[in-house]
């Protein structure tokens, strides 16, 4: 009996220490357009948000966003699109990455960023147009990736700033 007792006892501390140390992400959007449609889509095709901040109690890995102006396609072809996994980092080089593209079907539309909050600020990037250097325009440009190795790495998504 004791031993059972000894055991729940154990298990409630380790739920609670887990409970304490989960994992969360926030996204949150800044539409300075006055229109548009802030798109949050998930692996899989999930639409997350349509504008108001979402939170993954979890990793949130391979997302997308874009602004949808009625041009862009459902993945955000024929707009400007930022790709973001946020993950609290297992080792060195494991965190959060996020990145703009405009590699082809995905053209410029509006300015878009993205900054990092919390420990990783103010890490982002911002292009406001076609031919800016912050973002993919083919494949290997991996150096507009912007790291965070920061536990819960939020993120805030703007548009036309």
């Given at each position: ?40 889509i998930g ?104 790291q ?14």
């Open positions: 009996m004791f031993s059972s007792i000894k055991f729940a006892a154990l298990a409630a501390v380790a739920f609670a220490a887990g409970q304490v140390l989960a994992e969360t992400h926030t996204v949150t959007f800044d539409n300075r357009c006055n229109s548009g449609t802030p798109m949050l692996q899989g095709g999930a639409v997350l948000s349509t504008g108001g901040a979402y939170t993954s109690n979890g990793p949130l890995v391979g997302a997308i966003a874009y602004l949808q102006t009625g041009n862009c396609g459902f993945n955000g072809e024929g707009c400007t699109l930022l790709e973001t996994t946020l993950q609290n980092p297992t080792c060195p080089g494991c965190g959060s990455s996020t990145d703009l593209s405009l590699i082809p079907p995905h053209s410029f539309s509006v300015t878009t960023g993205f900054g990092y909050i919390g420990a990783c600020a103010p890490g982002g990037a911002d292009c406001n147009n076609a031919n800016c250097n912050t973002a993919f325009h083919t494949p290997t440009d991996y150096w507009v990736q912007v965070c190795e920061a536990d819960d790495a939020d993120l805030v998504i703007t548009f036309c700033d």
